[in-house]
């Protein structure tokens, strides 16, 4: 299957600093990404949709302000957490879907973050 | 709107034995379903898909599943359990024609697969 890259895959960082992991499709394009959250045990959360060229649709509850995503290329999407806090702790994965209606999508290993 | 039941947060099966996850889903028009799976601190892999055919499909590591229309299922499956099937796992939907739309997942079943 296609592959997809997260880096780094564990952070971290001081409160108040931000943090940029990204997120890449390795062998394909894609022109939607998806950027989700996991807490301990539980399922994935949606945080945004990534178009390639366009602004992020966010989730309703998610802070655009703090959680800017970026897609610059069809390859490549950044999520950046902005002046982070401990709650903001936790799992973050991308995904990338490949093109077409029937589309699948493919998870990026995951990003843990750690906020002091 | 589009919803996933996985009613079962744990299953436990011996290795060797069947095994079976349980997936019920609600959409709007022809779904399109998936299972992935997920071990510790680790993103989810695509284990297979259903989009139209037959509706039993075949995925990675000898899993199955099968999709019922009339029950709105897609339950997992697997003949024949390995201690190294244990891990989370997910079900996921959406609508076929529904654009950029994301996957709606399940809240995720944990399979324990004992010796």
């Known amino acids: 299957g296609a592959v997809v890259s997260q880096h780094p895959s564990r952070v971290i960082c001081k409160s108040g600093t931000s943090v940029k992991i990204e997120c890449r499709s390795l062998?394909?394009?894609?022109?939607?990404m998806f950027w989700y959250r996991q807490f301990p045990k539980k399922s994935l959360m949606l945080m945004a949709t990534s178009n390639e060229g366009s602004k992020a649709t966010y989730e309703q509850g998610v802070e655009k302000d703090k959680f800017l995503i970026n897609h610059a290329s069809l390859t490549l999407s950044t999520l950046t957490v902005t002046s982070a806090h401990p709650e903001d702790s936790s799992f973050y994965i991308c995904s990338a879907r490949t093109s077409g209606s029937g589309g699948t999508q493919y998870f990026g290993p995951g990003t843990r973050l750690l906020v002091l | 709107a589009q919803s996933v039941a996985q009613p079962e947060d744990q299953v436990n099966v011996a290795e060797g034995n069947p095994l079976t996850v349980k997936c019920t889903y609600s959409v709007s028009g022809n779904p399109y379903l998936f299972w992935y799976v997920q071990y510790p601190n680790r993103g989810l892999q695509f284990l297979l898909k259903y989009i139209t055919g037959d509706n039993l499909v075949k995925g990675s590591y000898g899993f199955e599943a099968e999709f019922n229309k009339s029950q709105t299922s897609f339950h997992l499956k697997k003949p024949s359990a390995l201690v190294s099937d244990s891990a989370l796992y997910f079900c996921a939907v959406r609508a076929l024609l529904s654009g950029n739309t994301p996957l709606v997942f399940g809240k995720g079943t944990r399979l324990s697969v004992i010796a």
């Open positions: 062998d394909f394009q894609a022109t939607t």
